[in-house]
């Protein structure tokens, strides 16, 4: 996931979730703890906060972390199972409020879902693994279509975005000159930070 010139990512091999430059000079790990399986990335702009998943066996659950890597806190492990964009096990489709309320199934005839999008807040978008195809609803369940697509390599569509014609978002002061970092800069609750990069030795840090 790409904002602020920085590319957010999930490292299921290492078990931590981290941030880099575009050109991938300069890395640091925003969780590298109490992670098991960590997947999906999702950013709410403009409350500047990361939501992920962890495929944790024992205790899946949806967490949320602020984009400079503060406030790591689960955000839902109620009834979910092997969370990732969306639900396989429980084989329906459902939201949920910022705020962690007003859950509601959106659509319950899935098959094997795995990844999963939205288009402007008007209808969601997923793979599924045992179809091959990519289904669509409106949000609140009307409109369900659905379409084959080629495919390559295993077989099996894994991640999948909608983008909109207008690639326009909350700006900050990393959005300027990186915000006069010489490295990371990454935003937050209390405006922005600049931060030493983890993989590498430099100056001043």
């Known amino acids: 996931l790409i904002f602020f010139r920085n590319v957010y990512y999930a490292d299921s091999l ?17 969780i590298s ?13 403009q409350n500047r906060h990361l939501y992920y998943t962890d495929w944790h066996r024992e205790n899946p659950i949806i967490g949320r972390v602020d984009m400079d ?14 969370p990732n964009g969306a639900n396989p096990r429980d084989l329906k489709l459902s939201c949920i409020g910022l705020d962690g309320q007003n859950r509601r199934v959106v659509y ?40 084959p697509i080629s495919l390559g390599g295993s077989g099996k569509v894994y991640g999948i975005l909608a983008v909109p014609k207008q690639c326009t978002g909350p700006q900050t002061a990393c959005s300027v000159n990186n915000g006069g970092c010489p490295h990371l800069c990454l935003p937050g609750q209390e405006g922005v930070r600049c931060e030493c990069p983890s993989n590498v030795a430099v100056k001043g840090c």
């Open 108 to 147: 319950a005839s899935l098959q094997y879902p795995f990844g999963l999008t939205h288009n402007n807040e008007a209808k969601f978008y997923w793979t599924d693994w045992k179809d091959n195809r990519i289904h669509s609803v409106g949000i609140y369940g009307d409109g369900y279509a659905s379409f």
């Open 69 to 82: 890597g503060k406030n790591n806190r689960v955000f839902l492990n109620d009834d979910i199972h092997l």
């Open 14 to 30: 290492n078990d931590e979730i981290g941030v880099a430059t575009l050109d991938g000079k300069y890395q640091k790990a925003l």
């Open 33 to 45: 703890e109490g992670l098991v399986n960590p997947r999906a990335l999702a950013l709410d702009l």
